[in-house]
């Protein structure tokens, strides 16, 4: 494959980076005069080091990069610095992965052979024999299913392999069992990467964190007493997503599966089993207290028990609480009822007895607050048992799905004989109301299922709809029919229900995680009611702050302010320690370290100081100022809150004033670019954290977040194991980094997943060399006089890509500033180069265009591509221009206010020609039938126009309408009333009032459109530009790009030869409006054909 345009933009970027590192280019520091010149401090969240950087991380920092360029571009002060997180259990958990192999397997590790032959040998019987047995299933048998994770789940993946598909040499594999060398390891990967992308990083203020680096240690210390000290963090027992194999709560980022999942609370039911049923299998039991548990969100509906479900298949247990009690439920329920307090040694199951659903199928139980005093445990084949506790009490006055397994069991002797269930358990038992829905009645479930037509309860998306119309209003709207809250609304007696039956000992609470959550040790995380540190996130005050702060920031998309304000609602208390990984010792506790997501939420204000302290050193071993035991609290408050030191102090005070002046001109932070799946989490802790340090300072408050979907490669999903997955180092090489950055731009802008196309950036190698190639070529022809003169009498083409030239500054700088990069992209780039390539045509070739607007195209589509391709946009600066300094400094360009008149014009005459071509192609085509002796072939010479020099009829009365609607901000009402205005014009009383409407829609919206580019101007009787005149300047133009020899243009109201002609041709010259005239098309051979565009 030839390489050598790639090379070449290779080697361009390798120049260009040197000369901003020679340069220092991107090392800002604040102001010492203490003057406030415009700046932009952008951030990005630190990325994990435990592998390296691929595209996806690219997508997200590209933001920021286009972002930090652009204002650097224009003259803003900028300050772009970037770090890398080690925190939280990943990495720690990754070495041990590594030392246990090495230990089991050897150095390096022989790892077990699987017979992949005989293992699909065995899958493929496996799936013979259910495909067997499942034509003979009966359809109301619950068949569980393998998940799509343990379904691919075939072999194990170890983290040697891992660390070889990431490109470690496997010589180099044996230390990462030293949880520290990842850190030296792979931040200074990241980093050569970071700056081969052409990232304009301060790399002075880079910095790892954890206590390998003590500055930064140091600071997240003064950080949590902080907040310790104004009351926002506590020690408290809460339930939290926990993993038992880590001994310590599963935060976001130590998940390999299940970010953003929390604990769910039900009230567990304790059904008392009848001695007498204690027999057969459950004869164990005798003589103990047994209660069947079941989970519910329902305490409300209690009530109304008539009876409880088992899965018959499903696999239960009997198991021991520490008061002695016996519950009855799946392993899985019973593993994290261990975590919750409930039984006699914390995490640690007393399991009695193992049985399948089949053996409670019968049981009789007592259940609390029901009416009935005795109902029996019945077979439900949809019971999922990853979900509750296996056991579902049933209420089927206000269960859809309980009133149709119910409804079965009862019309189907065959169903109760297949499971052995005797009638006294089914059929005296019916619906018992106890909630009230205005709706729906005492009775919501019978009715909604008659309404939907129900018949069984294998319909399973009908009773998905019917529970979704009754399960919210009968907490909303329901009124309680039984029990000692008898008339008062559910929404007011639903916790006092639970209440109640937790004091009588009728209910315990019960927590598991609401889908499952894999931590990134491989063990499956419960609910844990841990004794820890929390940050007291959702505190009223401290949320009133928070969401104030969100009020005043730019969040760029709609969906992302709903889910800022939608996580503020939710979120309340955070675990904010652990007790195993990496990162700073709590200060008063140093038992436990501070995870991950709590040391990263106001470090944007170290970026500020970091290199006064580091003094460049990532790991913080240079001392360039003061030791990192200097770093005391009443530093941080004097740097970051503006405290004073004691007059006895021995910080320097040169220092103390540097660090103050830093911190005051670059906060707050004016944008953090990320990833949207961190609004639940990181961003919005940040949000908290500023508003608690600096509670009393609204102005160092984050002022915008800017979030993104996730990447896809050419339309996929990235993924390491199929293959479809690109490293940043290996993109760059592939494309080079200004084509890569290039393919980034145009991968989308929404806060949807975007795409980046492998095409996309290839095609961008060989845009820029052609161009690069073209400017050269150009710029000698200038040189050479071969060139049209510069500041020779403008033509219509000229204004036209003059006018282009403007509106593509104006157009891009808008987009820019609203971080709209796909789009500064097009107007920038692409519809620039069609602009440049339609003057060519106008000016057939490049001796035709003017010398200066051709220079002029050059050094602006470089300046509005600075952000996207830096290397390329350098290299033309200095090398081919000989402009001096770095191009990243050159200025935005500056242009004349687009003129509306001129564009239109442009537009205008670039569509007629389309038309124009289309219809000779027409007027000289063959006859579709071929006669037998073929016609002489028919030839277009000329084609006449004629014009309209203004609208009238229902159009003029269509104008003045919206003339009259159009509002001073450049707006309109809605279509519909300008429709409605239309209506009671004197147009109505017209025969054909009923056709004119149907043209009217497009027209207005037409010139709604062109009015909000145009402004008023565009509501005119005639157009902003003058048409006839267009035409007979470009006439030799349109000709020659047509293959005609001569147009003629006249006037629509006029009489003359021409326009007898075209009449008696057939073409409709009266109809022809400003902008659409009649066209001519003058064939030999044959008789005139016309048409009217």
């Known amino acids: 494959m030839a390489t050598a345009r790639r090379d070449l933009l290779l080697d361009i970027q390798a120049k260009s980076q040197k000369k901003w590192a020679d340069e220092k280019i991107f090392e800002v520091s604040a102001p010492r005069d203490g003057s406030k010149p415009p700046k932009f401090f952008g951030n990005f969240p630190y990325p994990y080091m435990n592998g390296m950087l691929h595209l996806g991380h690219a997508f997200s920092l590209s933001k920021l990069e286009f972002a930090s360029a652009y204002h650097r571009l224009k003259g803003d002060e900028v300050l772009f610095p970037f770090a890398f997180h080690c925190t939280g259990m990943p990495i720690k958990a990754s070495a041990d992965k590594i030392k246990n192999e090495i230990a089991k397997y050897g150095n390096p590790p022989v790892f077990p052979v699987i017979d992949e032959a005989a293992e699909a040998e065995a899958a493929a019987q496996k799936a013979a024999e259910a495909a067997e047995a499942a034509k003979n299933a009966d359809p109301t048998k619950f068949a569980a299913k393998k998940s799509k994770a343990v379904a691919k789940a075939g072999t194990a993946t170890y983290q040697w392999d891992i660390m070889k598909s990431s490109g470690v040499p496997e010589s180099e594999i044996p230390p990462f069992a030293d949880p520290y060398h990842w850190l030296d390891y792979f931040p200074p990967l990241a980093k050569r990467d970071v700056a081969a992308m052409g990232c304009q990083v301060d790399w002075r203020r880079s910095f790892i964190t954890t206590d390998h680096n003590p500055f930064y240690d140091a600071f997240v210390r003064w950080q949590f007493n ?10 408290a027992k809460r339930m939290a997503v926990y993993s038992p194999l880590d001994g310590q709560p599963c935060a976001d980022h130590d998940r390999a599966t299940g970010e953003g999942v929390g604990p769910q609370e039900y009230v567990l039911v304790k059904m008392r089993v009848y001695d007498e049923c204690l027999v057969g299998e459950l004869s164990p039991l005798a003589g103990r207290d047994v209660f069947l548990a079941a989970a519910t969100l329902r305490p409300e509906t209690m009530y109304g028990q008539t009876n409880c479900w088992a899965l018959p298949d499903g696999d239960y247990g009997a198991f021991e609480m520490a008061n002695g009690d016996v519950m009855v439920m799946c392993d899985r329920a019973a593993r994290n009822l261990a975590f919750q307090e409930h039984t006699k040694e914390p995490g640690a199951v007393d399991k009695l007895l193992g049985f399948k659903g089949t053996a409670l199928i019968g049981c009789a139980v007592k259940s609390p607050l029901a009416v009935l005093e005795r109902i029996y445990c019945l077979p ?10 296996g056991v579902v009490t049933s209420v089927p006055s206000d269960s859809p799905m309980d009133f149709m397994a119910l409804s079965d069991l009862k019309a189907k002797p065959a169903l109760r004989e297949k499971f052995g269930v005797k009638d006294e358990w089914v059929m005296p038992f019916e619906v018992v109301p106890c909630v009230h829905i205005p709706e729906f009645g005492d009775a919501c479930a019978p009715i909604v299922c008659e309404q939907l037509k129900i018949k069984s309860q294998n319909e399973k998306v009908k009773l998905e709809e019917a529970k979704g119309k009754t399960y919210l209003k009968g907490f909303t709207d329901g009124i309680m029919l039984l029990g000692a809250h008898k ?6 007696v639903k916790q006092k229900i639970r209440d109640i039956m937790i004091a009588d000992g009728g209910a315990i609470v019960y927590s598991e995680p609401e889908k499952q959550v894999m931590s990134r040790s491989g063990d499956e995380c419960v609910v844990a009611l841990t004794d820890q540190w929390y940050l007291e996130y959702g505190e009223d005050a401290w949320r009133e702050r928070s969401e104030k702060c969100l009020e005043g920031m730019v969040t760029y998309h709609d969906e992302a302010r709903k889910a800022f304000q939608h996580t503020l609602g939710w979120l309340r208390q955070w675990a904010c320690s652990r007790a195993f990984g990496l990162g700073t010792r709590m200060p008063w506790d140093p038992q436990y370290l501070i995870e991950s997501l709590s040391d990263s939420t106001i470090y944007m204000a170290y970026y500020t100081v970091a290199h006064l302290l580091q003094g460049g050193d990532m790991y913080g071993k240079s001392r360039p100022s003061v030791d990192p035991e200097a770093m005391t609290d009443d530093v941080w408050d004097a740097v970051f809150l503006g405290t004073q030191l004691n007059a006895d102090s021995k910080f320097p005070e040169d220092l103390l004033d540097e660090m103050r002046a830093e911190f005051n001109f670059w906060y707050p932070f004016d944008l953090r670019v990320s990833g949207k799946d961190l609004i639940q989490n990181h961003l919005t802790f940040a949000i908290y954290n500023h508003t608690a340090i600096w509670e009393g300072d609204e102005s160092k408050w984050p002022r915008g977040f800017r979030t993104n979907g996730h990447l896809l490669l050419n339309g996929e999903k990235m993924s390491k194991s199929t293959g479809n997955f690109k490293t940043l180092k290996t993109a760059i090489e592939e494309y080079s980094a200004d084509a890569m950055r290039f393919a980034l731009a145009d991968a989308g802008d929404g806060i949807e997943d975007a795409n980046f196309v492998h095409d996309t950036a290839n095609a961008a190698i060989l845009r820029f060399t052609k161009e690069l190639e073209w400017i050269e070529s150009i710029r000698e022809a200038s040189a050479q006089g071969k060139l049209r003169a510069a500041h020779s009498p403008a033509t219509f083409a000229d204004k036209v890509f003059a006018n282009a030239i403007d509106t593509a500054i104006a157009l891009t700088k808008d987009h820019y500033e609203n971080m709209m990069f796909r789009e500064a992209l097009k107007s920038g780039y692409y519809d620039l180069q069609s602009a440049r390539d339609a003057y060519r045509v106008q000016c057939d070739g490049d001796a035709g265009m003017r010398a200066d607007l051709a220079a002029r195209f050059i050094e602006v589509s470089t300046l509005l591509v600075v952000p996207f391709t830096p290397h390329t946009c350098e290299h033309v600066w200095g090398a081919i221009l000989g402009r001096e300094g770095s191009v990243t400094k050159a200025g935005f360009p500056a242009g004349n206010p687009p003129d509306a008149s001129v564009a239109a014009a442009g537009k205008y005459l670039d569509d ?34 004629f014009v309209a020099e203004k609208f009238g009829g229902w159009q003029e009365v269509c104008l003045g309408i919206l003339a009259d609607a159009f509002g001073a901000d450049g707006t309109f009402p809605p279509v519909s009333d300008i429709l409605e205005k239309v209506k009671a014009s004197p147009l109505a009383a017209q025969a054909d009032f009923k056709n004119v409407m149907k043209m009217v829609m497009p027209f207005v919206k037409f010139k709604m459109n062109e009015a909000a580019v145009a402004g008023r101007d565009a509501l005119g009787v005639r157009l902003i530009f003058d048409e006839a005149g267009a035409l007979r300047e470009n006439s030799e133009y349109v000709a020659r790009v047509c293959g005609l020899k001569e147009i003629g243009v006249f006037a629509a109201d006029a009489d003359s030869p021409e326009k007898a002609a075209a009449v008696k041709g057939g073409v409709k010259v009266d109809q022809a409006t400003p902008g659409s005239p009649g066209v001519n098309f003058v064939v030999t051979e044959l008789s005139v054909e016309g048409v009217t565009i």
């Open 226 to 235: 902080t907040l310790k000290k104004i009351g926002k963090i506590i020690k």
């Open 380 to 389: 439900m084949m949809t019971i999922l048992m990853n979900k509750g506790t």
């Open 912 to 945: 007629l020609v389309k038309t124009v071509r289309g219809g000779v192609a027409k007027a000289t085509a063959p006859p579709k039938k071929k006669p037998a002796v073929p016609p002489p072939p028919k030839v277009c010479d000329r084609v006449d126009f």
């Open 487 to 492: 008339g008062e609304p559910v929404k007011l």
